[in-house]
């Protein structure tokens, strides 16, 4: 197993365009761009690219859908307050 590593906001330098397929707004996550490159160029799983984007963000750059949707489709992962409290996994890779 491979530590996670320690990032800091700053290193977060790249941004992540999200066009949502519901709403059509874009969302954007910052993330670190090397990062990125493993996401996007080997195809590595998000949750090992991005340990420290909450699943909702993470979610976010998989599928697009941006956070607003994401509490409407999977109204149950959430409270009543809007915080994310689901345990599983919200999608596909
Ligand atoms: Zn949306």
Redesign the pocket.
Known sequence: MEKIRKIIPEERNYTVKCE??????T?EVKVRYGDYLLRFAMNKPAQDCFPYLSVPERETIISG??L???KKLFANNYDKKGNWIGACRLAMQ
């Open positions: 949502c397929s519901m709403c059509k707004n969302t859908i941006c607003d949707c994401q």
